[in-house]
């Protein structure tokens, strides 16, 4: 301490705290996987300074990612508060192989934090729909059976990321339009970078196109598939948003 500048320290201190705890503190932290992060993301502005509980009065939110054959399956459980901020409360994950034992663990997860909201939506991938030729059951066949009735998110990965990118941006009342509980740690670490475009080429610093596929990557599919279905969020700018998306692609691969 002594050989550095006064001010060095508490520089560093106000520093995320993922960051904090691995270069800073010396513990156990999150280090992201090398890559592009997909979103423009702050953890110290976007992370609750204390921990929000659900508003019995309100609707509670679920995205759903689910895969059938897959290892990972995962629930974001979301409230949007009396200002129309997006809040994530809680995240369920699970390498649970069967669809119907992990919604029963979701159901219980909330029957226990939530046990006075009497309102659920529940919001998933379009092809939970499909149903499968060997045992002609759907993804969200099988959730129904349990009492949960998913709604179909939007497809499209650009405009999922758009719509999520578009909550960053937002501000309402001084608080940016999505607040994030540290309970939620994997949709965190996905924020801080988990979540990335993988290198495809190193030396000249290109990037796959889509999302890489880890364990960060299922919690954002799911709350992408929630946040196309707000109706707050503006899905009129596709256009726009797609050309975006072909300049960035053009940037990385010429």
């Known amino acids: 301490r002594r050989n550095l500048p006064d001010d060095y320290i508490k520089a560093l201190e106000s520093y995320p ?19 592009e992060p997909v979103y423009n993301f702050q953890e110290d502005v976007y992370a609750t300074k204390k921990h929000i509980n659900a508003d019995e009065r309100h609707t509670i939110l679920r995205g759903w990612d689910l895969s059938p054959t897959g290892k990972h399956k995962a629930c974001v459980i979301c ?5 129309g901020i997006l ?18 663990k979701v159901i219980a997860f909330c029957n226990i934090k939530y046990p006075n909201n009497k309102t659920f939506k529940d919001y998933g991938d379009p092809a939970s729909f499909h149903v499968s030729q ?5 993804p969200a066949g099988i959730l129904s059976k349990t009492g949960i009735n998913l709604v179909p998110g939007d497809q499209s ?7 999520v990118q578009q909550l960053l941006n937002s501000m309402k009342d001084g608080v940016p339009g999505l607040q994030i509980n540290k ?23 290109k990037f796959s196109q889509q999302p890489n596929k880890n364990q960060w990557s299922h919690i954002h599919d799911a709350l992408q598939y929630l946040c196309t279905r707000l109706s707050f969020v503006d899905k009129t700018s ?11 692609v053009d940037y990385l691969y010429t």
């Open 87 to 104: 809040v994530c409360l809680d995240e369920v994950t699970d390498s649970e192989p069967s669809l119907e034992a992990f919604a029963k």
């Open 17 to 35: 705290d993922s960051w904090k705890q691995t270069y800073l503190l010396g513990k156990w932290g999150f280090v992201p996987p090398e890559g």
């Open 183 to 205: 309970t939620c740690k994997k949709l965190m670490q996905g924020f801080n970078g988990g979540y990335h475009y993988k290198i495809i080429s190193e030396g000249q610093g």
């Open 134 to 138: 060997t045992d002609m059951q759907s």
């Open 238 to 248: 596709k256009k726009e948003m797609l050309d975006q998306i072909r300049k960035r």
């Open 79 to 83: 409230q949007i508060d009396s200002r």
């Open 157 to 163: 990965p650009g405009i999922r990321i758009h719509c």
